[in-house]
C-alpha cells in the first residue's frame, strides 16, 4: 500500500506538448510538494500546498502550474513543454510542513523532452 | 552556489566495514540535518537526522556526526551490508520548524557495499 505515488513512472513527449503528473498519498498529510531533480542531481523544491492552499512557489516557469484538488492529491500540469524539462520529478508530503519534517517522497516521474 | 556540498560522487565499500559519507555545507545559520537515501528508480527515503543543539545522533547502524565549526556533517554506517547500497542525500535547513522551502539537498553519494 504506498503511501506516495504518483504516475506517470516515464513521460516521454515532444517538445510543445502539454503533460500532466498526478500525485496522491494516503498518509494524512497536510503538506505536499513537488520536487524537481535536474540533470546535476540537485533535488530542489518547486512547489508546495498546505491543506490545498499554495505555500511556496519557486522560482518555476508559469508553464507549470500545480493544481490541488483536496489535500491528498496535488498535480502538476507543465504547458508547452521544453527540452529543458526534462528531469525527474518528484512527489511528497510531510505532516505539516515545517523544516524538521521528514519528507515522504513518491518514486519519481522520469519526464523526457524530445 | 552550492550551500550543501558532497563531494564524493560514489563510494565503495567492503561488507562488514564502516563506510563514512561526508557533507559539507556553507550556510552557517543551517541548523537542522538529514540524510536521505535512494535506491534506483524510486523516491529518497527519511534515513537520520540530527539539529544543530547535538552533535551527534545514533540509530541503529547509522550514526550522524555534526561539526558545526567545521560547517561539516558525516554519515557513519557500520557494518555496511549489500543492502546499504544506494545514493545518499545530505538535507540542511534553515530554521528549525520553519517552512520546507528552506530545505537544501546535496547531490548525493552513491554508495555500493560489495559482499
Known amino acids: 500500500d504506498t503511501a506516495v505515488s504518483q504516475t506517470p513512472k516515464y513521460l516521454v513527449t515532444q517538445m510543445g506538448n502539454d503533460k500532466s503528473i498526478k500525485c496522491e498519498q494516503n498518509l494524512g498529510h497536510d503538506t505536499m510538494y513537488w520536487y524537481k531533480q535536474d540533470s546535476k542531481k540537485f533535488l530542489k523544491i518547486m512547489f508546495s500546498y498546505n491543506n490545498k492552499e499554495l505555500i511556496i512557489n519557486e522560482t518555476v516557469p508559469n508553464r507549470f502550474s500545480p493544481k490541488s484538488p483536496d489535500k491528498a492529491h496535488l498535480n502538476l500540469h507543465i504547458n508547452s513543454l521544453e527540452l529543458g524539462d526534462s528531469a525527474v520529478y518528484f512527489c511528497?508530503?510531510?505532516?505539516?510542513?515545517?523544516?524538521?519534517?521528514?519528507?515522504?517522497f513518491g518514486s519519481g516521474t522520469q519526464l523526457s523532452v524530445l | 552556489d552550492q550551500q550543501v556540498k558532497q563531494n564524493s560522487p560514489s563510494l565503495s565499500v567492503q561488507e562488514g566495514r564502516i563506510s563514512i559519507l561526508n557533507c559539507d555545507y556553507t550556510n552557517s545559520m543551517f541548523d537542522y540535518f538529514l540524510w536521505y537515501k535512494k535506491y534506483p528508480a524510486e523516491g529518497p527515503t527519511f534515513l537520520i537526522s540530527?539539529?544543530?543543539?547535538?552533535d551527534k545522533n545514533e540509530d541503529g547502524r547509522f550514526t550522524v556526526f555534526l561539526n558545526k565549526s567545521a560547517k561539516h556533517l558525516s554519515l557513519h554506517i557500520v557494518p555496511s551490508q549489500p543492502g546499504d547500497s544506494a545514493v545518499y542525500f545530505c538535507?540542511?535547513?534553515?530554521?528549525?520548524?520553519?517552512?520546507?522551502?528552506?530545505?537544501?539537498f546535496g547531490k548525493g553519494t552513491k554508495l555500493s557495499v560489495k559482499p
Open positions: 538535507a540542511a535547513s534553515v530554521g528549525y520548524g520553519g517552512s520546507q522551502g528552506n530545505l537544501i
Open positions: 540530527i539539529s544543530s543543539i547535538k
Open positions: 511528497a508530503s510531510s505532516q505539516h510542513g515545517t523544516s524538521n519534517e521528514k519528507l515522504f
